[in-house]
């Protein structure tokens, strides 16, 4: 059978960063210092007001492209994993045929998923390449949250930042594409939403609540509620993960490198101890991006990549907004 | 049920803080080591390994490790 392989990997930052000295001065009750300790996030990029999440998906390929031009003229299917995209139609990965200058014969999709996008993205590539349907695939990932979050929303400020990331998926490369264990849970999407400016309300109502938490609950902007989501992903990842495993026919022990969606540090570090998975096999690349959405775990890999960090079994699990969740073990050279 | 198992798992949710700085009448709060996300992982960790669902909104009165306890053994 055909396999599946990531080749290569690239991501783009916008240039504007938003550090944890300009938010404890916009929320005086903050220091730098503890949103520091608190996420593990000194400094977020926020993509300009007149670039969106096309144009950096755009950026991020190009990126890649300039170290890897002859991947340019092979590619026949682009994949787009964003919230943000340009229009309502026509897709935004249509756009980006054009722009890239990628043959007619390419065949091209957008994605609405958020955390757990790069999975489903490499599970797409994936069954697009051992079909036979394409044979290099360009997957993008592309979000601007900032965009959605209301200036007063000090806790997702704190956390998110705009990013977007190429990857390319091929019949050979660095890490050949294992087992896949995807799941959702579609009871759970009022818990990470942004109500309004779709079909079922078009327009934004101005509206704000509290919720169970106390928290300001805001219909036109980016709404989660931090504590619903943190025992969902405590309940989910284990089990994900072990599914893997048992699909995989390996133990957690044979796992050299974690690779989780870098949600926040504090988050991730408790789902390590949770799961009793070694320090220094769990990679932690948040500090200078934030949560980047669909973009943190390529990120990750391209930086773990410039570490030499890549070997053996790289386990990678994405989970968040839908409900929804996805892993998969990518076999490194 | 025993408090000081309690204490411990309490404990276990951060990584700066001298163990000794956690007894009963340690106001969590007032911790360096203190934020909203401890405070998640902690009424996780009680779901987990306690059994009991304690929302965000019951903690917000109470103060103390004790105070805690004493709401998860009310609801076992």
């Known amino acids: 059978m055909m396999k599946a392989y990531i080749k290569a990997v690239d991501y783009y930052l916008p240039d504007r960063i938003l550090t944890n000295e300009e938010i404890a001065r916009l929320f005086p009750q903050w220091s730098a210092e503890k949103v520091a300790s608190k996420v593990g ?3 977020r990029h926020i993509a300009a007001d007149n670039e969106t999440a096309t144009d950096m998906a ?4 190009q990126k890649l492209f300039s170290n890897n031009s002859h991947l340019r003229e092979s590619l026949d299917f682009i994949l787009l994993c964003s919230q943000s995209v340009d229009y309502k139609l026509p897709s935004s990965s249509c756009i980006l045929q054009h722009r890239l200058g990628l043959k007619n014969t390419c065949g091209a999709l957008d994605f609405n998923l958020g955390c757990s996008g790069y999975e489903y993205g490499l599970a797409m590539a994936k069954g697009l390449i051992v079909s036979g349907v394409a044979t ?3 997957l993008l990932t592309a979000e601007t949250y900032t965009k959605y979050i209301h200036p007063e929303d000090k806790g997702n400020l704190t956390i998110f930042g705009d990013a977007a990331t190429a990857t390319i998926v091929s019949t050979d490369g660095f890490g050949e594409i294992g087992e896949f264990e995807l799941g959702t849970d579609g009871s ?3 818990y990470l939403m942004v109500k309004t400016g779709g079909s079922r309300i078009v327009n934004r109502t101005g ?3 509290l919720d169970s938490n106390g928290n300001n609950k805001w219909d036109d902007n980016l709404y989660m509620d931090g504590g619903t989501i943190f025992n969902f992903t405590s309940d989910v990842v284990p089990t994900m993960v072990e599914r893997l495993l048992e699909k995989e026919k390996i133990s957690q ?3 050299d490198l974690w690779i989780f969606h870098q949600a926040n540090k504090y988050m991730i570090n408790y789902l390590r101890k949770l799961m009793e998975i070694e320090k220094d096999k769990f ?3 948040m500090e200078k991006v934030g949560n980047t959405v669909s973009s943190t775990i390529p990120i990750a890999i391209t930086e773990a990549l410039k570490q030499e960090r890549l070997h053996g079994n790289v386990l990678l699990a994405g989970f968040g907004v839908g409900l929804s969740w996805g892993a998969t073990v990518i076999r490194c050279k | 049920m025993e408090i000081k198992q309690f204490i411990a798992d309490f404990a276990d949710q951060f990584d700066e803080t001298e163990l000794n700085e956690f007894q009963p009448k340690t106001e969590f709060r007032e911790l360096e080591e203190w934020s909203s996300l ?4 902690i009424l996780n960790m009680i779901g987990k390994k306690y059994g009991v669902k304690i929302s965000a909104s019951e903690i917000k009165g109470i103060d103390t490790i004790e105070a805690l306890y004493n709401l998860v053994l009310s609801k076992k």
């Open chain 2, 38 to 41: 401890a405070g998640l992982a």
């Open chain 1, 188 to 190: 759970g999407a009022e």
């Open chain 1, 253 to 255: 022990d044979d796992i």
């Open chain 1, 41 to 43: 996030i000194l400094e």
């Open chain 1, 207 to 209: 509206n704000v609540t």
């Open chain 1, 58 to 61: 755009f950026k991020a390929a």
């Open chain 1, 136 to 138: 290099n695939v360009l």
């Open chain 1, 283 to 285: 990679f932690i690349y």
